[in-house]
């Protein structure tokens, strides 16, 4: 499995604290069944994330997993504020791609229900060869919600679920029934760190996809896809 959101990175942003609280999140990683980990520090306006630094920071991160035994894969990216988003140059924007590939950005919607502006904002990315992941859309529901995301996913985008909202969803809930529409793209753990809240796991939220879509599907949407991005590739749904 590939986890493409997750907040790993050392003493950066609001993440891991320290290089040990690294380790131990790529330790839960190794655990859960996660072969890559993709480090998506905050690229907003209250954390100071130098862009041109998260290559080195993930290859400093890698090294030391590599010493300690840890066989998980640290991969670059970023987690794009929309009220950021805009001010990026280019170069910039194919930094904090998810695998630095330059393909794909993982897009954090402003506080609030997803409405129009944000569909437009993917619209402008993709003009500079940036398509969005739309992260844990779950923090944004409100009036036309589900029209939203389907817009979103007209205009290109994938929209990434939290992995434990959906692990701790109803079977026969409303957000199954989204999984079962084909609203449900990718997963991420979206952890800050192994000492306080979510854990980097992805295994469970995997189980309860496979209650409402088949085995080829969740195979896509936790391996096929998440790899595909990281290599900039397009990315169409299977369904």
Do not use: K
Request: charged share 25%.
């Amino acid at each position: 499995m590939i986890d493409l959101h997750c907040h790993i990175l050392p003493a950066l942003d609001d993440g891991a604290r320290d290089l040990d609280d690294s380790a131990a999140m790529a330790a839960q990683a190794a655990e859960d069944g996660i072969a890559v980990v993709c480090a998506t520090p905050h690229i907003r306006h209250d954390h100071h994330v130098p862009i041109d630094e998260i290559a080195g920071r993930v290859a400093e991160l890698q090294h030391h997993l590599d010493e300690r035994g840890i066989d998980v894969a640290i991969a670059p990216g970023g987690e794009l504020a929309a009220s950021a988003a805009d001010e990026l140059t280019d170069a910039e924007l194919a930094r904090v791609s998810l695998g630095g590939a330059g393909g794909w950005v993982l897009l954090e919607p402003a506080p609030g229900p997803l409405d129009a502006t944000l569909v437009a904002l993917a619209r402008r990315l993709s003009e500079r060869g940036a398509r969005a992941i739309i992260a844990h859309p779950e923090r944004h529901a409100g009036a036309g919600f589900e029209d939203h995301l389907r817009d979103l996913v007209a205009r290109g985008c994938l929209i990434q679920w939290t992995a434990e909202f959906i692990a701790l969803s109803e079977p026969d809930g409303y957000v199954m029934g989204l999984a079962r529409d084909g609203l449900v793209h990718l997963l991420g753990s979206d952890a800050h760190s192994a000492r306080i809240g979510r854990p980097v796991r992805l295994a469970a939220a995997v189980r309860r996809l496979a209650e409402v879509r088949s085995a080829a599907d969740v195979a896509w949407l936790a391996e096929d896809a998440p790899a595909a991005v990281l290599r900039g590739a397009a990315v169409t749904p299977p369904w």
